[in-house]
């Protein structure tokens, strides 16, 4: 026999008596005379009494006690805790076993009433239709004969009668809900109970409506048909014995409303009136009292029983998976869910075990899966643990679960690697490292999995987290290297190139991301290109203004070149832009770097121009400022147009409309 909590803690109280506690030194008292008063002792058998008044037994035995008896008094009441407690936690462990067992028992019992109770119902309905028999009139005499044919007659015409009326039900209801036929089919007395007209679908976590339905309810089945364009299309259907109809109490938020639950969903409508809520419990409850009165031979009995081992492994079911969720056992756990899942498939809904088992199913399946998430999110497991926690989830139909908890947990070790980085000052190198760290974790992620998760549906989920990873390391770089003031176009071409170097490993994985990184840095390049021009801009403001339109020789145009000294600065400010913007620019920057070297160019000529005419100059500076002209527009340009088409592989025809348009500026007057 179990032993009951009391009596446990009797036990160990008594144990905690018998024991020979070492003597505790008695407390002096801070008197003058030195004097030891008696330490308050513990008499462990008052806390057994289930009346034990504890603020009475504290008066009294700290009645007399100085500051140290009182702590004395605590520290025995202390270690009395710690060893009933103790002794406690043994006594139940000692009996767990027993416990199990036992439950065991009761659970097989259960298991035999039941069985007990359909073998009562089987011999009731065959001494029923036994004694139906020997009442009936003898075949063989005329009043029998009659009696026999006239019965037969009139259940073969209203039989006639009822299917033809319940087979133009079912074919009015295919012409006016579209899709219903595909639900409902034509059955032998399948018909049409009750028709509500005025419902609405509300949310179940907001309340608030979603759209108007039509319930049908048959008298083997419900269904559910939406409003669409002034037409009813079938949503749902479910069997009658599938479903469960509730009225649910008025509320500020809701009234005349009912909940259908089908096994795992819950669905809540509301009527118009409450009239039609009420018709429509009453006749769903009409149906139920039907089918409860409708006999059931011994065969069809049988076909809606369960074996009894069968059933008795169901009944005791619970108790197993507590054990061995509890002892981590968590192959055989599943190894069990999946074995009921099974069993209640091949077995009629109506029977009340399987729906019981269904619950059973549904708890420990979720109970389950929360420990195994837990484990699987653990920054520190092999990928061998990790499989097995994989493996484990999508044998409880949890597949998204295991991929957010691993995705989850792969996102958290790649930021924890990305804050051991240090800055050292060497931006390029700080990159490198950055890539390399994401990179590589994420190929590390793609690999692992790529081995757990087989379905084709699933990939998806880890393209978008592998988007993600990459759009959040892109955030990291654009920080480091855009967002630290303006740096020169070398070092940014270096960064990226060790990121490309880096994200080329995830092509032994089938991932290239060469084109997401080079769209999310390109606004952030074309910024750094119009940031360069406009400091070039100024430049050329600057060294025109210091133009004093004298000749100058050399300066690596050739002895033959007669231009100023702005026309050569101008021709190494732009040589010197045109190869910095090379290092950066890609295809997708064509238009900006054209565009930038279009208004360097016509920026410098129309300011040069400009500063010519405003000038007192005389007529040979004059000259010297239509040659600078001349030679930026049939010198400068074209070299610059071919360095460009040698870069971006196409003609360049926006330079040569510029000379065009800028060849009136060759005359200064």
């Known amino acids: 026999m179990m032993k009951t909590s009391g009596t446990l803690r009797r036990k160990a109280v008594d144990q905690f008596i018998n024991k020979k506690p070492k003597?505790?030194?008695?407390?002096?008292?801070?008197?003058?005379?030195?004097?030891?008063p008696i330490t308050p002792l513990v008499n462990l058998h008052l806390f057994a009494d289930d009346n034990l008044q504890p603020e009475e037994f504290v008066r009294k035995s700290l009645v007399d006690a100085n500051e140290e008896g009182i702590r004395a008094f605590y520290k025995s009441l202390t270690e009395a805790k710690h060893v009933v407690g103790g002794d406690l936690q043994r006594n139940v462990y000692r009996n767990y076993t027993e416990f199990v067992s036992i439950s065991k028992e009761i659970s097989n019992l259960d298991a035999d009433v039941l069985k007990v109770k359909d073998y009562l119902n089987e011999l009731r309905l065959i001494w029923e239709g036994f004694l139906a028999t020997t009442h009936e009139p003898q075949p063989n005499s005329m009043e029998g004969i009659l009696s026999v044919q006239t019965k037969k007659k009139k259940s073969d015409m209203m039989?006639?009668?009822?299917?033809?009326?319940?087979?133009?039900?079912?074919?009015?209801?295919?012409?006016?809900?579209?899709?219903?036929?595909?639900?409902?089919?034509?059955?032998?007395?399948?018909?049409?109970?009750?028709?509500?007209?005025?419902?609405?679908?509300?949310?179940?976590?907001?309340?608030?409506?979603?759209?108007?339905?039509?319930?049908?309810?048959?008298?083997d089945g419900l269904l559910v048909a939406r409003v669409r364009s002034n037409k009813l299309v079938a949503d749902h259907y479910w069997d009658i014995q599938d479903l469960t109809i509730v009225d649910v109490k008025d509320s500020l938020e809701l009234t005349n409303a009912i909940r259908i639950v089908v096994y795992p969903e819950t669905f809540i409508y509301r009527a118009e009136k409450e009239d039609e809520k009420l018709g429509l419990l009453d006749a769903y409850k009409r149906i139920l009292d039907e089918n409860d009165e409708v006999e059931v031979s011994p065969l069809d009995l049988k076909k809606n029983t369960l074996p009894v081992d069968k059933e008795k492994w169901l009944v005791g079911l619970p108790d197993e998976l507590e054990v061995l969720i509890a002892l981590r056992e968590f192959e055989k756990s599943v190894v069990y869910l999946e074995r009921a899942r099974q069993i209640i498939v091949s077995t009629p809904s109506t029977l009340p075990i399987v729906r019981e088992t269904r619950d059973v199913i549904e708890q420990y399946t979720d109970t389950l899966s929360v420990i195994i998430s837990k484990d699987l999110s653990n920054t520190l497991i092999t990928k061998i643990q990790f499989q097995c926690y994989v493996n484990w989830l999508l044998r409880l139909d949890k597949s998204e679960k295991a991929r957010e908890v691993f995705l989850g947990t792969r996102t958290l070790i790649i930021k924890k690697r990305i804050r051991q980085l240090t800055f050292e000052g060497d931006i390029s190198t700080y990159v490198n490292e950055l890539a390399l760290v994401v990179f590589t974790l994420i190929r590390n992620t793609?690999?692992?999995?790529?081995?757990?998760?087989?379905q084709n549906d699933m990939a998806s989920g880890f393209v978008t987290w592998v988007?993600?990873?990459?759009?959040?390391?892109?955030?990291?770089?654009?920080?480091?290297?855009?967002?630290?003031?303006?740096?020169?176009?070398?070092?940014?071409?270096?960064?990226?190139?060790?990121?490309?170097d880096q994200c080329s490993i995830l092509r032994k994985v089938g991932l290239d991301l060469k084109f997401l990184l080079e769209d999310l840095f390109l606004d952030n390049i074309k910024e750094t290109v119009k940031v360069y021009e406009r400091k070039n801009r100024d430049k050329v403001d600057k060294f025109t203004n210091n133009d004093t339109f004298t000749i100058v020789s050399g300066q690596g145009l050739g002895t033959d070149v007669k231009v100023t000294s702005s026309v050569v600065s101008f021709y190494n400010l732009?040589?010197?832009?045109?190869?910095?913007?090379?290092?950066?620019s890609k295809q997708q920057l064509y238009s900006t770097v054209i565009?930038?070297?279009?208004?360097?160019?016509?920026?410098?000529?129309?300011t040069m121009v400009r500063e010519a005419r405003k000038r007192n100059l005389s007529r040979e500076q004059r000259s010297v400022a239509s040659m600078n002209a001349t030679f930026v527009l049939d010198n400068v340009v074209p070299r610059v147009s071919s360095q460009l088409n040698y870069h971006f592989n196409r003609p360049i025809p926006e330079l040569d409309t510029l000379r065009a348009k800028l060849r009136e500026l060759t005359y200064i007057t």
């Open 446 to 454: 793609c690999e692992w999995y790529r081995d757990s998760f087989k």
């Open 159 to 219: 039989s006639t009668d009822m299917n033809s009326i319940y087979r133009a039900q079912i074919m009015a209801l295919w012409e006016n809900v579209e899709g219903s036929q595909r639900y409902i089919p034509q059955a032998q007395n399948r018909h049409i109970v009750r028709e509500c007209t005025q419902f609405s679908e509300m949310n179940p976590k907001t309340l608030q409506p979603k759209q108007a339905v039509h319930l049908v309810l048959l008298n």
């Open 467 to 500: 988007k993600e990873q990459t759009e959040i390391y892109a955030e990291i770089y654009k920080r480091q290297v855009f967002g630290q003031g303006p740096l020169s176009c070398q070092v940014i071409s270096d960064c990226f190139k060790y990121t490309l």
């Open 574 to 584: 732009l040589i010197k832009f045109v190869n910095d913007v090379c290092l950066l």
């Open 595 to 606: 565009e930038s070297v279009y208004q360097l160019t016509e920026h410098y000529l129309r």
């Open 23 to 36: 003597p505790v030194p008695e407390p002096i008292a801070p008197t003058t005379s030195n004097v030891k």
